[in-house]
């Protein structure tokens, strides 16, 4: 089976500096692979997690007095459904509600040891998936693409652009 990319002409690359579009291309596919890359480190480790139980997880961590409403808020998703996935994080031991200390009818989500230990692994695991890859890159790419990242994170930043609104999530 052909691969569409064979069929660019050899001045595609030149303008792939020039043109956005096709810039954009060339970093889907190398996202693709990052993703598998992700994915494959949060899988490993026991009990699995989806990537939505790991983005909870990590919210919860990051915000010490986050609620459900909070969380579901944090997660763009609804209220019913933060609820059923805080379920499956609590009976699986990674999770726990308890009341909050200032209003007893609020309920209060922490992680538990146990699951610090499990967001520790999956970034330990994650962190050495991608220094195994960037060590096959030749020093000056490694330094190029760190560069550029840089410039990425920076640009999106910026109000207008890449405005998601779930992009508080990922700071």
């Not at 060339?26 to 996202?31: C, G, L």
Request: net charge positive; glycine share 4%; proline share 5%.
């Amino acid at each position: 089976m052909r691969d569409e990319r064979d069929d660019r002409k050899p001045s595609d690359a030149a303008d792939a500096g020039r043109r956005p579009e096709a810039v954009a291309r060339q970093i889907a596919d190398a996202v693709e692979n990052l993703v598998t890359l992700w994915t494959a480190a949060a899988e490993a480790v026991s009990p699995r997690l989806s990537a939505y139980q790991l983005k909870a997880l990590r919210a919860v961590w990051h915000r010490s007095e986050l609620n459900l409403t909070a969380l579901a808020d944090t997660l763009g998703i609804a209220l019913p459904a933060a609820s059923r996935l805080c379920d499956r994080l609590e009976a699986a031991g990674l999770l726990e509600r308890t009341s909050h200390p200032r209003n007893r009818r609020e309920l209060q989500l922490r992680v538990t040891p146990h699951g610090r230990r499990v967001l520790l692994e999956v970034a330990e695991r994650r962190s050495r998936s991608l220094a195994t890859v960037l060590a096959a890159m030749p020093p000056a790419q490694r330094t190029s693409l760190e560069r550029g990242l840089h410039a990425f994170h920076e640009a999106r930043a910026r109000p207008g652009v890449g405005g998601d609104r779930h992009r508080r999530t990922q700071e």
